[in-house]
T-cell receptor, first 111, second 117 residues
Framework: DAKTTQPTSMDCAEGRAANLPCNHS???????VYWYRQIHSQGPQYIIHGLKNNETNEMASLIITEDRKSSTLILPHATLRDTAVYYCIVRSRDSGYALNFGKGTSLLVTP | GAVVSQHPSWVICKSGTSVKIECRSLDFQATTMFWYRQFPKQSLMLMAT?????????EQGVEKDKFLINHASLTLSTLTVTSAHPEDSSFYIC?????????????FGPGTRLTVL
């Protein structure tokens, strides 16, 4: 699976959009971009994933650049409960279901 | 739907004793489950893949005789930490692949915090 690079930490004011970037310059054509988050002392939670088209669900939006070398997770109206570590993971369906977690981005949403 | 539970949520044990952690898929079946370990302020590290009806596969550096995995049924996998020592103190998390709203994803349990005295 391709490696990802994320900023170590970010801050966001409550109610504002949180934009979390991820670089995956070595991504291959059959690899998906997955986002999970982990609130302190809990198990990770799935957020969203995509291949090349932008995706949106009730939690977030995923914007993938045309060359697929980077992506951005957008939380449109961050709340205090969105404070968590966000993991961007690139995975091929052929590599099985195990996830290779990097260090992620620690997002702090402030009042 | 697609809930994974773990039991216990936390456990404290004495050095040298064994501890069993259960991982259950509550409303779906999982022929494969995964066990991760997370030390403080670190990311999750995959320990092993639990396979129903066959032996677990372990990641490099994980002692299979120390971390016994049994995938007893399509909804239950257990991880037994044998002869636990303080360095085994960690947050243990299991996951199972499933499908929700037509999309494949990984469902994680809430984790088990093990403290070995």
């Amino acid at each position: 699976d391709a490696k990802t690079t994320q900023p170590t930490s970010m801050d966001c004011a409550e109610g504002r959009a949180a934009n979390l970037p991820c670089n995956h310059s070595t991504i291959s054509g059959n690899e998906y971009v997955y986002w999970y988050r982990q609130i302190h002392s809990q198990g990770p939670q799935y957020i969203i994933h995509g291949l090349k088209n932008n995706e949106t669900n009730e939690m977030a939006s995923l914007i993938i650049t045309e060359d697929r070398k980077s992506s951005t997770l957008i939380l449109p109206h961050a709340t205090l409960r969105d404070t968590a570590v966000y993991y961007c993971i690139v995975r091929s369906r052929d590599s099985g279901y195990a996830l290779n977690f990097g260090k992620g981005t620690s997002l702090l949403v402030t009042p | 739907g697609a809930v994974v539970s773990q039991h216990p949520s936390w456990v404290i044990c004495k050095s040298g004793t064994s501890v069993k952690i259960e991982c259950r898929s509550l409303d779906f079946q999982a022929t494969t489950m995964f066990w991760y370990r997370q030390f403080p302020k670190q990311s999750l590290m995959l320990m092993a893949t639990s396979n129903e009806g066959s032996k677990a596969t372990y990641e490099q550096g994980v002692e299979k005789d120390k971390f016994l995995i049994n995938h007893a049924s399509l909804t239950l996998s257990t991880l037994t930490v044998t002869s636990a020592h303080p360095e085994d103190s960690s947050f243990y998390i299991c996951s199972a692949p499933g499908s929700l709203a037509g999309k494949d994803e990984q469902f994680f349990g809430p984790g088990t915090r093990l403290t070995v005295l």
